[in-house]
């Protein structure tokens, strides 16, 4: 995972000040091969064409926060035909704060699909 340049500020900002948490993120997927920078933009990323994929929202209150981390729930992505996921990204507003490929992928859905579920967590110091 590698926060953008306005990423980590940005969501250190919003989990230090705003408890419970009240904004509102979007997880997307991405097809291209790609390493992540801090100069990354998320015009940088091609998502999924699949049927079924949709942007997802992470709702602020479903965020889990402790002294040391930010957990955001699971966020589950679903597809009706094939693709290939190499990574993920969160984002707000338009403006892509963190992206990271997956460690175990890329992930190939087959002709009929699948799941793909991120689970994010944001190191508070």
């Known amino acids: 995972m590698v926060y953008t340049n306005q990423g980590k500020e940005k969501l250190q900002q919003d989990i230090t000040n705003n408890q419970p948490l009240t904004v509102d993120y979007q997880m997307i997927l991405y097809t291209n091969v790609i390493t992540p920078t801090a100069t990354t933009?998320?015009?940088?990323?091609t998502q999924p064409t699949a049927a079924g994929y949709t942007i997802q929202t992470i709702p602020g209150a479903g965020w889990v926060v402790t002294d040391g981390e930010a957990v955001a729930p699971a966020t589950s992505f679903?597809?009706?035909?094939?693709e290939t996921i190499y990574g993920?990204?969160?984002v707000f507003d338009g403006v892509l704060l963190a992206a990271g490929n997956f460690t175990e992928g890329p992930f190939i859905l087959p002709a009929a699909g699948g799941q793909v579920i991120v689970n994010f967590t944001q190191n508070l110091s």
């Open 41 to 45: 933009v998320l015009g940088d990323l």
């Open 78 to 82: 679903i597809m009706t035909e094939a």
């Open 88 to 90: 993920y990204g969160l």
